[in-house]
């Protein structure tokens, strides 16, 4: 029944020997030769391909052979045999590498071969591995998520990360003589838990090593960095995230080019900019400017009324933005909506001498609303 109705429906089917031995009848496999009988008896069931594996073959000391086929040709895929008792479920993952090889587009030969490699090495990173008592241990299925994780973005977003958002400003720092680099790790110092790079005026180029010598400062710490527009800029320097405003790319195009686990931010001024802001995939929004501001040309003002308007409607966290410093932050705070997660800030601590403690200054202020 097995063999008559289910075998036609697929592309690959991938017994071990013994497996291969009672779908084509033999009474064992244990040879290339028995191997390559029983792939041909199988595939008259039905299936694209088969591919009979050979980890338990007796008569190779040295490697291991997997052999696949069309119904026309066989393809060898040999490998390097290791010495080791964790081998639980080498069969299901390989034929799960396949699979996300195949969804890939990946025609199946490569797709083995790739799969192959990949069992090649769990079974290498597992040969080191004591998990409990029986004959046979697991493999090391997903040994390579611990190197995956180092390529991707350091953090994780949160809502508390927008507490003291600091917005960099490169023309300010210029005239306190002082790096945008040293700048951000003055900030960092004094307590800003984000850090949005925002650069108008420079080159491209000198904005990307600008951003990388920025994330490396900010990583040490463990404080996300975002870059302010520049998409390029921001998936090039593996920043992790952008701030976007309403005349720049779409957040759900950026979503796509991005991916799920970087950070989005939007600028809005209206409760149907933050809806469509939550369709599209942000994580947060700005919402702005609540003073007015000279950071900003022809920024159009809404006033505490809407700042707490927007967060009242936002199914978003939100950070206000707009000519807050040290003598209204609590003003913005004291009545806080739930959704009104920090304050966003340029002057307040970039035209200062000394970042860090302008920085240490106005998270103190801020920080008893948000430990009550």
Same mark, same amino acid.
């Given at each position: 029944?097995?063999?008559?109705? @289910?075998? =036609? @429906?697929?592309?690959?089917?991938?017994?071990?020997?013994? /497996?291969?031995?009672?779908?084509?009848?033999?009474?064992?496999?244990?040879?290339?030769?028995?191997?390559?009988?029983?792939?041909?008896?199988?595939?008259?069931?039905?299936?694209?391909?088969? @591919?009979? !594996?050979?980890?338990?073959?007796?008569?190779?000391?040295?490697?291991?052979?997997?052999?696949?086929?069309?119904?026309?040709?066989?393809? #060898?895929?040999?490998?390097?045999?290791?010495?080791?008792?964790?081998?639980?479920?080498?069969?299901?993952?390989?034929?799960?590498?396949?699979?996300?090889?195949?969804?890939?587009?990946?025609?199946? =030969?490569?797709?083995?071969?790739?799969?192959?490699?990949?069992?090649?090495?769990?079974?290498?990173?597992?040969?080191?591995?004591?998990?409990?008592?029986?004959?046979?241990?697991?493999?090391?299925?997903?040994?390579?998520?611990?190197?995956?994780?180092?390529?991707?973005?350091?953090?994780?977003?949160?809502?508390?990360?927008?507490?003291?958002?600091?917005?960099?400003?490169?023309?300010?720092?210029?005239?306190?003589?002082?790096?945008?680099?040293?700048?951000?790790?003055?900030?960092?110092?004094?307590?800003?838990?984000?850090?949005?790079?925002?650069?108008?005026?420079?080159?491209?180029?000198?904005?990307?090593?600008?951003?990388?010598?920025?994330? /490396?400062?900010?990583?040490?710490?463990?404080?996300?960095?975002?870059?302010?527009?520049?998409?390029?800029?921001?998936?090039?320097?593996?920043?992790?995230?952008?701030?976007? +405003?309403?005349? #720049?790319?779409?957040?759900?195009?950026?979503?796509?080019?991005?991916?799920?686990?970087?950070?989005?931010?939007?600028?809005?001024?209206?409760?149907?900019?933050?809806?469509?802001?939550?369709?599209?995939?942000?994580?947060?929004?700005?919402?702005? +400017?609540?003073?007015?501001?000279?950071?900003?040309?022809?920024?159009?003002?809404?006033?505490?009324? +809407?700042?707490?308007?927007?967060?009242?409607?936002?199914? @978003?966290?939100?950070?206000?933005?707009? +000519?807050?410093?040290?003598?209204?932050?609590?003003?913005?705070?004291?009545?806080?909506?739930?959704?009104?997660?920090?304050?966003?800030?340029?002057?307040?601590?970039?035209?200062?001498?000394?970042?860090? !403690?302008?920085?240490?200054?106005?998270?103190?202020?801020?920080?008893?609303?948000?430990?009550?």
């Amino acid at each position: 029944m097995l063999c008559k109705r @289910l075998l =036609p @429906l697929a592309d690959i089917v991938t017994p071990n020997l013994t /497996e291969a031995a009672v779908l084509s009848g033999k009474s064992r496999v244990c040879t290339l030769l028995d191997m390559q009988e029983a792939a041909k008896i199988i595939k008259d069931f039905g299936p694209r391909y088969v @591919l009979v !594996k050979g980890g338990h073959l007796q008569d190779i000391s040295e490697a291991n052979v997997d052999l696949l086929y069309d119904g026309e040709t066989f393809y #060898d895929f040999h490998g390097t045999r290791v010495e080791t008792l964790n081998t639980h479920g080498t069969g299901c993952t390989l034929a799960s590498c396949i699979a996300a090889e195949m969804a890939k587009g990946v025609q199946i =030969p490569e797709a083995v071969k790739a799969a192959k490699g990949y069992i090649q090495a769990a079974l290498e990173h597992s040969k080191n591995m004591k998990i409990g008592k029986g004959p046979h241990g697991p493999l090391n299925h997903f040994f390579a998520f611990p190197e995956y994780s180092k390529i991707r973005r350091h953090h994780l977003f949160k809502a508390s990360d927008l507490r003291l958002y600091a917005v960099t400003d490169s023309g300010m720092n210029k005239r306190w003589q002082r790096s945008t680099a040293e700048a951000v790790r003055s900030a960092i110092e004094g307590g800003a838990t984000i850090v949005q790079l925002r650069e108008k005026e420079a080159e491209s180029s000198d904005f990307f090593k600008e951003a990388v010598a920025c994330i /490396e400062v900010a990583r040490k710490s463990g404080v996300p960095l975002v870059i302010n527009d520049r998409l390029d800029i921001a998936m090039a320097c593996g920043a992790d995230g952008v701030h976007l +405003g309403q005349s #720049d790319l779409p957040v759900r195009e950026a979503r796509m080019l991005l991916g799920l686990d970087k950070i989005i931010g939007v600028s809005c001024k209206t409760v149907e900019q933050v809806q469509k802001a939550y369709e599209d995939g942000a994580n947060y929004v700005g919402c702005g +400017g609540v003073y007015p501001t000279n950071t900003k040309r022809n920024n159009r003002t809404i006033g505490l009324e +809407g700042l707490y308007a927007i967060c009242s409607a936002s199914p @978003l966290p939100v950070v206000a933005i707009g +000519g807050i410093n040290e003598f209204n932050a609590e003003e913005v705070l004291r009545d806080r909506p739930s959704t009104l997660h920090g304050i966003a800030v340029v002057s307040a601590l970039f035209d200062k001498p000394v970042v860090c !403690k302008a920085t240490q200054v106005l998270a103190g202020k801020i920080s008893e609303f948000f430990h009550r």
